[in-house]
């Protein structure tokens, strides 16, 4: 079945520094993989998501994220973080025939001053 | 106004209580689902309906059941609630010749005494 791993439950990041955030998935064939983010209160806004051809692909508030089918990793990624970048993050894999989304646990990104 | 409106925002009740939790979505969707979210778990799938008269179970649904009143309408019901149903809970919609992207909610905020 497909899963997806994100192993950091919590990462403090200074502001304005670099962000990577980790997603590993299981899947047997071309995984469909998204980002979304929470902000406190909020529901889900997809950041950005990955189907086929460039494996490194660009989403809305300066994110990016890299495919790396050798390593089944799909890791978030951001040069420059802000404050209001504080939020809790998910990766996803769509099940086969896109019927439903499965999510990972989670990875709480507090930024410090 | 939301694209996809969750009633009510927060909720508190007692062991035992029925409960309704209802989403209504202007997008036009076919597809609408209901996951959960717990700290530290992700969200989970409770129940997924692709129209209708389709309605299909998710990776959690013992104690919950659903109603799709209507193409826009679909509604989670907790017959009886227990204290380990305290969660806070998205409705999301997806269509049908879409890739992927679900569109959530604000989501529900569940508590049981």
């Known amino acids: 079945a497909q899963s997806v791993t994100q192993p950091d439950i919590h990462i403090t990041v200074s502001e304005g520094a670099s962000l990577e955030l980790r997603c590993n998935y299981s899947?047997?064939?071309?995984?469909?993989l998204f980002w979304y983010v929470q902000s406190p209160g909020q529901g889900l806004q997809l950041l950005l998501k990955?189907?086929?051809?460039?494996?490194l692909v660009q989403g809305i508030k300066g994110f990016e994220a890299e495919f790396k089918r050798s390593q089944s990793s799909f890791n978030l990624r951001k040069p420059s973080v802000h404050w209001s970048d504080a939020a809790e993050y998910f990766c996803?894999?769509?099940?086969?025939?896109?019927?439903?989304?499965?999510f990972g646990t989670g990875t709480r990104l507090l930024v410090s001053p | 106004d939301a694209d996809v409106t969750q009633t009510p925002r927060n909720r508190i009740t007692k062991t035992g209580k029925r409960i309704m939790l209802e989403c209504s979505q202007t997008?036009?969707?076919?597809?609408m689902y209901w996951y959960r979210q717990d700290p530290g778990l992700g969200l989970r799938l409770i129940y997924y309906?692709?129209?209708?008269?389709?309605?299909n179970k998710g990776e959690i649904s013992d104690g919950y059941s659903v109603s799709r009143q209507a193409q826009a309408k679909f509604s989670l019901s907790l017959e009886s609630a227990i204290p380990n149903q305290t969660a806070l809970y998205f409705c999301?919609?997806?269509?049908?010749?879409?890739?992927?992207?679900?569109?959530f909610g604000e989501g529900s905020r569940l508590t049981v005494l």
């Open positions: 996803a894999v769509v099940t086969p025939g896109f019927q439903k989304l499965v």
């Open positions: 899947y047997g064939a071309t995984p469909y």
């Open positions: 990955y189907f086929s051809g460039d494996t």
């Open positions: 997008k036009g969707h076919d597809r």
């Open positions: 309906s692709f129209d209708v008269k389709d309605i």
């Open positions: 999301a919609t997806k269509g049908q010749g879409d890739t992927g992207e679900l569109f």
